[in-house]
């Protein structure tokens, strides 16, 4: 089975719904069930792909009906090609000796392994490391502010690490400040920032005449420069090639909510099984 893995990297604030209300705020982002990480559904994401394949561009869609209806099926048909939820790898929170720092843990990078494996690349570089609660891997800040959260040194990122993310970032200008700003940290202490160290911005509708406030309500958002992955798959032959061309021009992808307001907005990267960026 013909398997590719995608970067993404977040140029926007993100915002895939979750299903109901969590505390004060009224619209959360969507988080996985037992470990309350943010993600993006495998079903959104889908339908962020099939959205783009039916972009116009000079007067016809990007990909015809009948090639999409045999790519992402239809209600009846399930389609050739497998997408995977796209799971969080990189989280930025704010740090006060820099305006962030990149945050992973152990847990997320052995699932990447694990995926990077399934795409048929080489998982040697990304082994997860051992994270001691209360300490970062990373460059030497001395001890680090991560919001008001304290932590103190315990070493080096392991050797290459750092490389091998970068190939999911686009862009080289921000990969290039990857081994500076990435910091790992033991799964409790991500799990607290994914929790609790996401945006929430307030959102209103004035009545139109006494411009006071109608609906107010808060809003949970994934931050910019997050970084996803996600894999997809060919049930049958040639599933995947055709949906890699609608990025060969243009490698943006915009997925959840709030679209009309600039949210959403991924830079996609393409790995291939040599695990080269395409």
């Not at 993404?8 to 037992?34: F, K």
């Not at 990909?63 to 989280?91: H, Y």
Request: with cysteine; hydrophobic share 40%; aromatic share 8%.
């Amino acid at each position: 089975m013909k398997t590719c893995l995608l970067g993404l990297l977040a140029e926007t604030s993100i915002h895939p719904g979750g299903s109901e209300a969590a505390g004060v705020v009224d619209l959360p982002v969507a988080r996985e069930a037992a470990t309350d990480y943010p993600v993006i559904p495998g079903s959104s994401f889908k339908g962020a792909l099939l959205g783009l394949a039916r972009e116009k561009v000079n007067g016809a869609e990007r990909l015809s009906e009948p090639e999409r209806n045999r790519i992402f099926g239809q209600q009846d048909n399930a389609g050739a090609l497998l997408v995977s939820d796209a799971r969080l790898l990189l989280l930025p929170v704010r740090s006060l000796q820099s305006a962030y720092k990149w945050i992973t843990c152990p847990h997320l990078l052995e699932r990447f392994q694990r995926d990077r494996l399934r795409a048929g690349l080489s998982a040697d570089s990304v082994t997860p490391p051992n994270a001691e609660a209360g300490k970062y891997l990373g460059a030497d800040f001395g001890p680090l502010f991560l919001e008001e959260r304290q932590f103190d040194r315990q070493g080096e990122l392991p050797s290459g690490f750092a490389e091998a993310l970068r190939s999911l970032i686009r862009h080289e200008a921000t990969a290039k400040r990857l081994a500076h700003q990435l910091v790992i940290l033991a799964d409790d202490d991500f799990a607290w920032f994914a929790r609790h160290g996401l945006p929430v911005q307030a959102r209103n509708v004035l009545d139109k005449q006494r411009k006071t406030s109608k609906n107010l309500w808060y809003e949970e958002t994934i931050p910019p420069d997050s970084l996803f992955y996600a894999l997809l798959s060919e049930r049958e032959p040639n599933a995947i090639e055709p949906v890699m061309k609608l990025f060969a021009d243009r490698p943006y992808l915009q997925v959840g909510g709030n679209e009309t307001v600039g949210m959403g907005w991924f830079a996609i990267t393409v790995l291939n099984q040599k695990g080269a960026a395409a």
